[in-house]
């Protein structure tokens, strides 16, 4: 029994949820965002206690995975449109550097040539120095996918730890080779 599934989704304030056969649409003050879900899953709305309520018609187990898979997908458009998701990296190197160039992200990461990442149209990139990316939309998985598409660029290395990383994500960095005599 799929007990993440079984729990309904708050509708927060100031969010619309629309069904039509099997497209949710959901609209708030950040954005608006559609998802397409499985025949195997029945999605209603509560409208007496302003809640999304997530179903399914067999026990198989693919049933069962797509009853979790929808319901959190739900829950994450709906923290979305209300509050946005958001992801920071920083760029620790000596001469590397970041910047935005109209729907462009330059980055300089010790390559021979500028990095060229186009911006996709439903984020907001922000680069508020030369060592920090901040990613902004209301789309979880477009936000967390860029930035991972960023990170692969230049992944920080072990030696000295250069490299784009999260914020906050530690590196272990290994000890280097010791002159032993």
Do not use: W
């Not at 950040?30 to 998802?35: H, M, N, V, Y």
């Not at 007496?48 to 929808?70: A, K, M, Y």
């Not at 209301?138 to 996918?145: E, H, I, L, N, R």
């Amino acid at each position: 029994m799929s007990r993440i599934g079984n729990k309904p989704v708050a509708i927060p304030a100031g969010v619309k949820v629309s069904i039509a056969d099997r497209n949710i649409d959901v609209e708030g003050p950040k954005g608006k965002l559609s998802f397409k879900h499985r025949p195997e899953v029945k999605v209603a709305v509560d409208s007496d206690t302003n809640q999304v309520i997530i179903s399914r018609d067999g026990d198989d187990r693919p049933s069962r995975e797509f009853h979790g898979l929808t319901r959190a997908i739900i829950a994450n458009m709906m923290v979305g449109v209300k509050d946005g998701y958001e992801k920071k990296l920083e760029i620790v190197g000596v001469g590397y550097l970041a910047s935005i160039s109209g729907d462009t992200l330059q980055l300089r990461v010790g390559y021979a040539n500028e990095l060229h990442r186009k911006i996709p149209t439903d984020l907001t990139v922000t680069c508020p120095d030369q060592t920090h990316v901040v990613i902004q939309g209301c789309d979880k998985q477009s936000v967390g996918q860029f930035a991972a598409e960023i990170r692969s660029l230049r992944k920080p290395e072990p030696y000295k730890g250069k490299g784009i990383r999260y914020q906050g994500e530690q590196v272990k960095i290994k000890p280097g080779k010791s002159a032993t005599k």
